[in-house]
Each structure stands twice: as structure tokens, then as C-alpha cells.
């Protein structure tokens, strides 16, 4: 079965700065996804970013980006200029044809 | 913009009693999950609708818990009786089925606490 680590339960950041959220995952799959979400306190779980396994380029959106690792199994999120609206829990997660598999959760704080 | 709608957003229940939780998922949206979010932990997936057919719940309870979406656009979820372990969040998505890259769209959750 797929699994996924996340091994920062907590994180802190200064405002402007920039903070990396750790996953590793387990698969013997060839072709699956990889995503990070954001769960505000009391808001929704929102999509921040996605990466295709088969890409080898590392995606980015905004200040966003990601360091893919295909043959480490990891996964990591990069947060640069992190922002007060920043702080939230970030679940990384992975998706194969089966279903979609989530962390455990790294809660991100952002000191001003 | 469209969202996910859930209600109610907050329930407290004795053990032993019924409780039902509603999802209304974002028009057009075929596919249609519930998830239970334990605090502290990722959410684990309960069950999964295509239209109104279940393709997986494989985690659901049954002997407590059940779920239907009759036409194919809203849904319920039902805990009959609630214990003390099924204290959670539990959280609606949908999306539109096709290529993996299809991004789930999650509702605000129902929080559940029971007494």
C-alpha cells in the first residue's frame, strides 16, 4: 500500500523568509501524482500544487515550488517570501488510479 | 466561485444516537468523496461515488456508517449509532473524473463531536 511521511509535525517561519516542508512517500507504482494542500484553521482544504511523476521538471506556482526527487521518493514544498496568510496545516498527498493518500500534516507558523 | 457545500458545520451527539451529515458538491462534478480527518492526522478516504454508484468504501464502517447519493448530485452520510471514536472532521470533495490531474475540490467539513 502507498504510504506517506511527513516528518515535521510543526514548522516556524519568519514573515519574508523562505521554509521547506519535507515528504518522502512509499510506491511501487510507476505513474501516479503528487500534491500539496493547504488547510487553513477552521477554512477549507485548498490545492497548492501538483507534479506529474513522469515530469522530470520540479513545479512551481507563485512562490510555490517544489523539489520532485522520482528515485529519493521525496517530495518536498518550498515556501519563499512566506506570508502571514501562509500559516496553515500543509498536507502533502499522493494519487495513483486508486485513490488519494494524504500525510500527516506539517503546521506551518509564520511569525511576523 | 462555485464550492463544495456541507452542512451542518458543527454537531455534537450523544454515543448511541444517529447523526447525518449532508455534501452538495460543485455542479457538473460526477465524482463525489467523503473523508474522516481525525485531528492530528491527514484525511483517510470513507467512501467514493461516481454519480450515484459507489466505486470504493473500502474504509467505511458498515456496520455503522453509510452513505448514498440517490441522484447522482448531493449526498449523506450516516453514523448509526455514533461512538466515541467517530469524534472528527468529516470532510466532502468533488471532482471531475477523468485524468489523475483532476483536483479535488473539498467542502468546509462537518465537525463531529461526540459525548
Known amino acids: 500500500a502507498q504510504t506517506v511521511t511527513q516528518s515535521q509535525p510543526e514548522m516556524s517561519v519568519q514573515e519574508a523568509e523562505t521554509v521547506t516542508l519535507s515528504c518522502t512517500y512509499d510506491t511501487s507504482e510507476s505513474d501516479y501524482y503528487l500534491f500539496w494542500y493547504k488547510q487553513p484553521p477552521s477554512r477549507q482544504m485548498i490545492l497548492v500544487i501538483r507534479?506529474?511523476?513522469?515530469?522530470?521538471q520540479n513545479a512551481t506556482e507563485n512562490r510555490f515550488s517544489v523539489n520532485f526527487q522520482k528515485a529519493a521518493k521525496s517530495f518536498s514544498l518550498k515556501i519563499s517570501d512566506s506570508q502571514l496568510g501562509d500559516a496553515a496545516m500543509y498536507f502533502c498527498?499522493?494519487?495513483?488510479?486508486?485513490?488519494?493518500?494524504f500525510g500527516k500534516g506539517t503546521k506551518l507558523t509564520v511569525n511576523p | 466561485e462555485a464550492e463544495v457545500a456541507q452542512s451542518p458545520r458543527y454537531k455534537i451527539t450523544e454515543k448511541s444516537q444517529a447523526v447525518a451529515f449532508w455534501c452538495d458538491p460543485i455542479?457538473?462534478?460526477?465524482?463525489l468523496y467523503w473523508y474522516r480527518q481525525i485531528l492530528g492526522q491527514g484525511p483517510e478516504l470513507l467512501v467514493q461515488f461516481q454519480d450515484e454508484s459507489v466505486v470504493d468504501d473500502s474504509q467505511l464502517p458498515k456496520d455503522r456508517f453509510s452513505a448514498e447519493r440517490l441522484k447522482g448530485v448531493d449526498s449523506t452520510l450516516k453514523i448509526q449509532p455514533a461512538e466515541l471514536g467517530d469524534s472528527a472532521m468529516y470532510l466532502c470533495a468533488s471532482s471531475v473524473p477523468g485524468s489523475n490531474l483532476y483536483e479535488q475540490y473539498f467542502g468546509p467539513g462537518t465537525r463531529l463531536t461526540v459525548t
Open positions: 455542479s457538473g462534478h460526477a465524482t
Open positions: 507534479q506529474e511523476a513522469y515530469k522530470q
Open positions: 498527498a499522493y494519487r495513483s488510479w486508486r485513490k488519494l493518500v
